[in-house]
């Protein structure tokens, strides 16, 4: 059964329910620079991705799943693999992920992965991003959280974790919000 957010971003044309957490995130931290150059990581289904046009964003996306019909610069490869890097620079202004792996229900399993997903995601920050630049990243609320956000907390002046009100109640995801990257000499 779906949810009023997701008949409501449907209705409106969008691709999922999520454009309202990116939305929600960017008004109040303001992550996006309009016509800034972005970095989507588990881009699919692109309802992020119609987000960062909407601004007239230099838009990549890198997902294992196709996005279809939408103008952006799709890399259609796992993030895992290293051969990323070969069609990324180092000038992006924000990386947004909303990546999550396969849950099995195995909680250890699982915990592993997505802390998999959330170290990744951080050093493909680390890597693409220009001195200043944002990061957003979802994670879940799970034993490593506290160690993640230290890392996080290395790399960016501001740090916060947040839970935008149109998440589902029940879910465990939450966001990590990581504003001006420090610069690196």
Same mark, same amino acid.
């Given at each position: 059964?779906?949810?009023?957010?997701?008949?409501?971003?449907?209705?409106?044309?969008?691709?999922?329910?999520?454009?309202?957490?990116?939305?929600?995130?960017?008004?109040?931290?303001?992550?996006?620079?309009?016509?800034?150059?972005?970095?989507?990581?588990?881009?699919?289904?692109?309802?992020?991705?119609?987000?960062?046009?909407?601004?007239?964003?230099?838009?990549?996306?890198?997902?294992?799943?196709? !996005?279809? =019909? #939408?103008?952006? %610069?799709?890399?259609?490869?796992?993030? *895992? +693999? /290293?051969?990323?890097?070969? &069609? @990324?620079?180092?000038?992006?202004?924000?990386? !947004?992920? =909303? #990546?999550?792996? %396969?849950?099995?229900?195995?909680?250890? *399993? +699982? /915990?592993?992965?997505?802390? &998999? @997903?959330?170290?990744?995601?951080?050093?493909?920050?680390?890597?693409?991003?220009?001195?200043?630049?944002?990061?957003?990243?979802?994670?879940?609320?799970?034993?490593?959280?506290?160690?993640?956000?230290?890392?996080?907390?290395?790399?960016?002046?501001?740090?916060?974790?947040?839970?935008?009100?149109?998440?589902?109640?029940?879910?465990?995801?939450?966001?990590?919000?990581?504003?001006?990257?420090?610069?690196?000499?």
């Amino acid at each position: 059964m779906k949810d009023k957010h997701t008949v409501r971003a449907l209705k409106a044309g969008f691709l999922g329910r999520a454009v309202y957490k990116i939305g929600e995130i960017d008004r109040r931290f303001k992550l996006i620079k309009k016509e800034g150059k972005i970095l989507d990581l588990g881009c699919y289904p692109g309802s992020w991705v119609q987000y960062l046009l909407r601004l007239n964003c230099n838009v990549y996306g890198i997902d294992l799943k196709n !996005v279809k =019909d #939408l103008n952006f %610069k799709f890399i259609k490869k796992d993030v *895992l +693999d /290293n051969s990323i890097f070969d &069609e @990324l620079d180092n000038d992006f202004d924000a990386v !947004v992920s =909303d #990546l999550s792996p %396969k849950i099995t229900g195995i909680k250890e *399993l +699982d /915990n592993e992965r997505s802390l &998999e @997903l959330w170290y990744r995601a951080l050093k493909i920050a680390k890597k693409v991003l220009k001195p200043r630049g944002n990061f957003l990243v979802k994670v879940f609320d799970n034993p490593q959280l506290k160690k993640y956000v230290k890392d996080v907390e290395k790399e960016f002046s501001y740090v916060k974790v947040y839970k935008p009100k149109v998440s589902k109640k029940r879910s465990s995801e939450i966001y990590l919000i990581a504003k001006s990257k420090y610069e690196r000499r």
